[in-house]
């Protein structure tokens, strides 16, 4: 099968929200290869625990690639306990500048409870202006969704669940099987 015929792997809504002290990350479980769902229980969204510091992370994309990734991400943090910030530039600069990284194809969110961001292989690390933001299949109706109900009484986790839940329904690549991590600094 020739390259630019392979249907390409799809699937995956994470999104990340700050409010009233905490940041929840929720992410879908579906993978697709084309038309065709693979799995419909894909657990997306981790804590890693670099020396003894809470981090959540969800991962858009390729999941070996993520894998690498959250691997990586995982030695920046214990060469740089507490510092998400410093641990995120360093990954996104290794990811941009190694010829072996730059060929990944994946998207983190991370938190550390006060810090939210998203990570790129184009050497970006983005904090959301609004405190929402998501990456993915789904991701920008899942944005759209949680950015609506920001101003609302709801809290951090319940602004996850609808926003997904919207974005499930809008995003065939998507579905309702939700892993939600919660992290308070």
Same mark, same amino acid.
């Not at 929840?24 to 290869?33: E, K, R």
């Given at each position: 099968m020739a390259e630019d015929s392979f249907p390409g792997w799809h699937g !995956?809504? &994470?999104?990340?929200?700050?409010?009233?002290?905490?940041?929840?990350?929720?992410?879908?479980?579906?993978?697709?290869?084309?038309? !065709?769902? &693979?799995?419909g229980t894909a657990r997306k969204v981790r804590r890693l625990s670099p020396g003894g510091y809470d981090i959540v992370a969800g991962f858009a994309g390729s999941t070996a690639d993520a894998f690498n990734l959250l691997e990586r991400l995982e030695t920046k943090l214990e060469a740089t306990p507490g510092q998400l910030q410093r641990a995120a530039v360093e990954l996104a600069k290794d990811w941009r500048t190694d010829k072996y990284l730059q060929k990944l194809e994946a998207m983190l969110i991370v938190s550390d409870g006060a810090e939210l961001y998203v990570v790129t292989g184009a050497g970006d690390v983005l904090e959301p202006e609004h405190d929402v933001t998501a990456i993915g299949s789904g991701g920008n109706y899942a944005l759209a969704a949680g950015r609506a109900m920001m101003e609302t009484d709801l809290g951090a986790e319940d602004i996850a669940r609808r926003a997904m839940a919207i974005a499930a329904d809008i995003c065939v690549y998507t579905n309702g099987n939700l892993t939600v991590e919660r992290i308070t600094k």
């Open positions: !995956t809504t &994470i999104i990340g929200v700050r409010k009233g002290g905490e940041v929840v990350i929720a992410g879908d479980g579906q993978v697709s290869l084309g038309q !065709t769902v &693979i799995k």
